[in-house]
Antibody, heavy 118, light 106 residues
Framework: EVQLVESGGGLVQRGGSLRLSCAAS????????MSWVRQTPGKGLEWVSA????????FYSDSVKGRFTISRDNSKNTLYLQMNSLRAEDTAIYFC???????????WGQGTLLTVSS | DIQMTQSPSTLSASVGDRVTITCRAS??????LAWYQQKPGKAPKVLIY???TLQSGVPSRFSGSGSGTEFTLTISSLQPDDFATYYC?????????FGQGTKVEI
């Protein structure tokens, strides 16, 4: 059974940093691209970042480029999102998602809540 | 960035109704479109990918169509479990983008 379990969310001050983790199991993690998608409470979905299966290619939305860094450790089956220079508008539930093959997501984690206080 | 626009934003319907949700892309995405269903407090669940391919395990009352810039998600006979919010997503090019969502309510 595929499982994606996010952790690391919490309350952080504006300008602070935090690292999210996503522990994967039930599939061969190293063969799939992964993404982070966030959702502002009560609002819609926003794709944040993606990383190729090897970790060699990364992609970011304009809203986080230069502040967030996606990475993965295939030996630990874990996806990360390092978030720096956090802003109030980064407050959201962050989901990790498994990319089936070409950009659509067949499995999602339960999400972890990040709150940035001003 | 490619903008995805869904309509309507909210849809009131009854059990047994045929429901259609539209998603328009600001430029052609060929068939690189997915549809998701999300219930409160839960992660999204994929229903359709590549515009019209039904994900394994998804009931056949869900169907998708379209290509280029205009797409539709149809629920042929609305069931109680289908009351949720639906999102389209383009994956033709980065940054991937989602529609703003369509809430299907009673």
């Amino acid at each position: 059974e595929v499982q994606l379990v996010e952790s690391g969310g919490g309350l952080v001050q504006r300008g602070g940093s935090l690292r999210l983790s996503c522990a994967a199991s039930g599939f061969t993690f190293s063969t799939y691209a992964m993404s982070w998608v966030r959702q502002t409470p009560g609002k819609g979905l926003e794709w944040v970042s993606a990383i190729s299966s090897s970790g060699g290619s990364t992609f970011y939305s304009d809203s986080v480029k230069g502040r967030f860094t996606i990475s993965r450790d295939n030996s630990k089956n874990t996806l990360y999102l390092q978030m720096n220079s956090l802003r109030a508008e980064d407050t959201a539930i962050y989901f990790c998602a498994k990319d089936w093959s070409s950009g659509w997501f067949d499995y999602w984690g339960q999400g972890t809540l990040l709150t940035v206080s001003s | 960035d490619i903008q995805m626009t869904q309509s309507p934003s909210t849809l009131s319907a009854s059990v047994g109704d045929r429901v259609t949700i539209t998603c328009r892309a600001s430029q052609s995405i060929t068939s690189w479109l997915a549809w998701y269903q999300q219930k409160p407090g839960k992660a999204p669940k994929v229903l359709i990918y590549k515009a019209s391919t039904l994900q394994s395990g998804v009931p056949s009352r869900f169907s998708g169509s379209g290509s280029g810039t205009e797409f539709t998600l149809t629920i042929s006979s609305l069931q109680p479990d289908d009351f949720a919010t639906y999102y389209c997503q383009q994956y033709n090019v980065y940054p991937y983008t989602f529609g703003q969502g369509t809430k299907v309510e009673i």
